[in-house]
């Protein structure tokens, strides 16, 4: 025979779960939309002919009422609670009888198949490396999906503001007024103020970071015994692995209040949300970043070019210095990078200590926000679709996304590159 | 050579031509200082980590410590048949609705006598309201107690709170005050009397969130960590096991593989707020996912932690030496026999390890989650990854904003229990990692 007994069992299980498994799946994930499609066609002329925003709103009505929830009956939407009721109803015994039946119908089908001359291991194996590709498939899907949201959304955004006046307009915000007699809150899209303070808060990181991070690499990489190395190093990683909203409860309750009473002491006028507390904050927590990937980087120049240098009578700083550093360079570079864009996309430590006043200011005492702050702000709590409030949030994020994304593909670029220069 | 040197470098003092000979020796005082200086600045940096690494946990464990414990002031009630309208035979429903927040205040009033609606109210103001829940738990469990007088300790509010644990030996212009004098007056003669105390603070485990300090607790937030990160290991595993085989053991190496190959490894370096987005716009605005569940919390960390856990699946197959599959391709195994039977079990040690810290890093992450309504106020303790609810990093970033110093301290327990947690997966994934890793 061609394969074993649960090569065959195996077929068969995975011919009666697979396909009732994945219609269940997409019945579930088109459940939603399709049902919404229906109702609107139950809702009452005016409020169809009326724009997105009421026919959502009569929906979300409609199903607090089917819920039994205690709104007060409207009866021009009691026709499409009924038929939500019945919907309801149905889908349940079409979904869960249609998966049934497929289960059987595949059960059947593959049991009449099973014959010695059947290369059941062979089907086997071809479905198993199906499942294996559609799972490595959901990574490149994570990407389009975050690339299709983020454009799509970005795109209704710049219908209603000019891509120009966001990306070099001076003034942030976005309050859009709620009357057309309102004042003061026209909601005006520039964002440099918020691109500016990123860069502002970035930069005191990195200032921290790279020199602390670059020396405490080299150290470990090249003074430290091996016994220190080896509890310094996870320690220093440990940095890393503390989350963010911890950093952030730090920098706002512990930091900030003690820069504001350095700065005061020294005749200084400190905002109680300085960019100042958030950078110095982010940059500890960057050192591990620079400093384990620098380490790596390291190491792996050859021992061969340190021999050299010390066979010219070079001290160990000077070889350092002068050959191995320059050898590592292009790897420390992508290491830096790699934590810049780190710094770029970090939210919490800045939505907790910068603050949200988008000043255009480069005073690091002084308070200002980021893109990251923006996009949090502008979308917790309710908010509306199609506002442009809500729309600018999208448009921070594929900002946000794209320098990222470009910063991190240069880096890993030249890491690999690096890399395979020693190899 | 030393002893020699230095005889020829006097001479040489007066003349103006060096040898290379003298100009590497004259040179070697400051090489070697600068040698010094360099190795120091490499320990102040490291020393520097470790430095803000002990002060960010001293700092939160002394704002915290205090959290494990909570003020209550022992007394004797009267549990008034006549005023609670209860008897011995009453349902749990009519306890339910007894108003024992009024027992409490007559009791109060009676023994301390305070003068004036300004007073009572002050003097009401002390006790925590759920201490009427604290006298109804005690009816529900025991019926029989009503009219008899019973001993308990009643839950303070929490400026009391805060002023017994930290306050007490302060003048009272260094107080923030919060209490005043004939407030400060009542709580000074429960303290002569010995009858305020402090407790272990089991509420701060056992409740969800609410406004009053003294009541607010993690249980909903960490039964919300716990069903999040259940469904993000339920879909991130298997899934990312599967593409790190795929990718490993059966990919061609084309163009294709290396575009998602490079695709998966700027993904582990997107912003994770990126992924709040994405969860926004396909999960709940697309797929109609309902907002603030663990599941959907589950859905967008699995798209976060599917990088990281590829990766480390990745380096744990690369691990296994190729004379394992060799052997089995000598005793005719087939392809996925090699892999499924030899392979997988050999790495998973390595899977395992990697998946832990994906986890770790899932535990800790609150950005994305604020985008898709987890910040809601939830008091109650969800039940299964449908109910809307909260996540510890996103209840330490809502409390964090409270202007009450009781919920300052509650921050900070919440940021030990979560370190705690952290400290556990950390060490589970170090052990297993010590335990079962063979090396080749």
């Not at chain 1, 209040?257 to 960019?275: C, H, K, N, Q």
């Not at chain 2, 010094?36 to 002990?54: D, E, K, N, Q």
Request: charged share 15%.
């Amino acid at each position: 025979m061609h394969s074993l007994p649960d090569h065959y069992g195996t077929l068969m299980a995975l011919w009666t779960g697979v396909p009732a498994l994945i219609l269940l799946l997409t019945w579930h994930l088109l459940e939603g939309p399709v049902i919404n499609h229906l109702l609107v066609a139950q809702l009452p002329a005016d409020i169809q002919s009326a724009d997105s925003a009421q026919i959502q709103l009569a929906i979300s009505k409609v199903y607090n009422l089917a819920a039994g929830s205690g709104l007060a009956p409207d009866a021009s939407l009691m026709p499409a609670v009924n038929h939500l009721a019945a919907l309801n109803d149905r889908t349940l015994i079409l979904n869960s009888g249609i998966a049934l039946s497929l289960c059987l119908v595949c059960c059947v089908i593959t049991y009449r198949r099973i014959k010695p001359q059947l290369r059941a291991r062979t089907e086997m194996e071809n479905i198993v490396n199906l499942l294996l590709l559609s799972s490595s498939g959901i990574a490149v899907l994570t990407t389009v999906g975050i690339l299709a949201s983020v454009v799509f959304e970005a795109w209704m955004f710049f219908q209603q503001v000019n891509p120009l006046e966001f990306l070099f307009g001076t003034t942030w915000s976005p309050q859009v007024a709620l009357r057309a007699d309102q004042a003061g809150s026209s909601g005006s899209f520039g964002a440099v103020p918020l691109f500016l303070g990123t860069l502002l808060i970035s930069s005191i990181a990195m200032t921290i970071a790279i020199p602390i991070g670059l020396m405490a690499a080299i150290y470990l990489s090249e003074y430290a015994s091996e016994n220190v190395r080896q509890y310094a190093k996870p320690a220093l990683e440990v940095l890393a692995g503390i989350p963010t909203v911890v950093y952030g409860f730090f920098a706002a309750l512990t930091v900030a209040p003690f820069i504001r009473v350095l700065g005061t002491d020294l005749g200084l006028e400190v905002s109680s949300e300085s960019a100042l507390a958030a950078g110095l904050v982010m940059g500890v927590m960057i050192i591990p970043f620079v400093s384990s990937l620098s380490d790596d980087v390291i190491n792996a120049v050859p021992q061969s070019l340190r021999d050299g240098s010390y066979g010219l009578g070079a001290t160990k700083n000077e070889t350092i210095r002068q050959v191995v550093i320059p050898a590592a360079l292009p790897g420390i570079v992508g290491a830096v990078m790699l934590a810049v864009s780190r710094a770029i996309g970090e939210t919490m430590i800045v939505a907790m200590a910068a603050g949200l006043a988008a000043n255009l200011t480069a005073n690091p005492l002084d308070s200002v926000t980021t893109v990251t702050v923006q996009i949090v702000t502008l979308l917790v709590g309710d908010q509306e679709f199609d506002s442009p409030k809500t729309l600018a949030a999208f448009a921070l994020g594929l900002v946000l996304f794209l320098s990222t994304l470009i910063l991190n593909f240069v880096a890993l670029k030249i890491v690999q590159k690096y890399r395979e220069q020693y190899d | 050579m030393i002893d020699s040197s230095s005889t020829t470098s006097k001479k040489t003092m007066t003349n103006p031509i060096l040898t290379t000979r003298q100009k590497v020796e004259k040179s070697l005082a400051r090489r070697r200082a600068a040698e010094t200086r360099f190795r120091l600045y490499g320990m102040a940096s490291v020393f520097f980590g470790m430095l803000c690494l002990v002060v960010l946990f001293t700092d939160i464990a002394s704002k915290g410590a205090s959290v494990f414990q909570q003020t209550s002031l022992a007394t004797e009630i009267l549990l008034d048949s006549d005023y609670l309208d209860l008897t011995k035979d009453s349902s749990a429903d009519e306890i339910r609705f007894a108003n024992f927040e009024g027992l409490i205040k007559r009791h109060f009033a009676k023994s301390l006598k305070p003068k004036g609606r300004k007073a009572k109210r002050e003097l009401f103001k002390l006790i925590s309201p759920g201490a009427a829940w604290q006298l109804q738990d005690l009816l529900l469990a025991n019926p029989t107690l009503i009219n008899t007088t019973i001993s308990i300790e009643l839950l303070m509010d929490d400026d009391v709170d805060q002023w017994f644990k930290h306050d007490q030996d302060l003048e009272i212009d260094e107080m923030n005050n919060r209490l005043s004098e004939q407030q400060l007056g009542w709580i000074n003669t429960w303290v002569e009397t010995g009858r305020l105390d402090t407790h272990f603070n089991t509420l701060f485990f056992t409740n969800g969130d609410s406004r009053e300090p003294e009541l607010a607790g993690i249980h909903g937030a960490i039964k919300g960590t716990l069903l999040t990160l259940m469904v993000t290991l339920l879909l991130s595993f298997p899934i990312g096991v599967s593409a790190a085989i795929y990718l490993e053991e059966f990919a061609p190496r084309n163009r294709m593989t290396e575009i998602v190959e490079i695709n998966i490894n700027n993904l582990a370096a997107v912003p994770s707020i990126i992924f709040g987005l994405l969860g926004m716009a396909i999960f709940i605005n697309i797929f109609g996912v309902a907002r603030s569940t663990p599941l959907l919390g589950g859905l967008v960390l699995t798209l976060m932690t599917l990088p990281t856990i590829i990766i480390s699946a990745r380096a744990a197959i690369k691990a296994v030496p190729p004379s394992i599959r060799e052997a089995a391709y000598g005793l005719g195994a087939s392809k996925n026999q090699v892999v499924f039977h030899h392979v997988l079990p050999l790495a998973m040690p390595g899977m395992l390890t990697g998946t832990i810290l994906g986890m770790a890093q899932a535990l800790g992450e609150t950005a994305p989650l604020l985008m898709i309504g987890m910040v809601a106020f939830v008091v109650d303790v969800p039940g299964f990854i449908n109910d809307p609810s909260t996540v510890l990093p996103v209840q330490i970033f809502l409390w964090s904003d409270s202007p009450e110093r009781a919920f300052l301290e509650r921050t900070s327990g919440a940021i030990l229990v979560l370190l705690s947690f952290l400290v556990l997966m950390n060490t589970t994934a170090v052990i297993l990692r010590r335990r079962l890793e063979r090396r080749w």
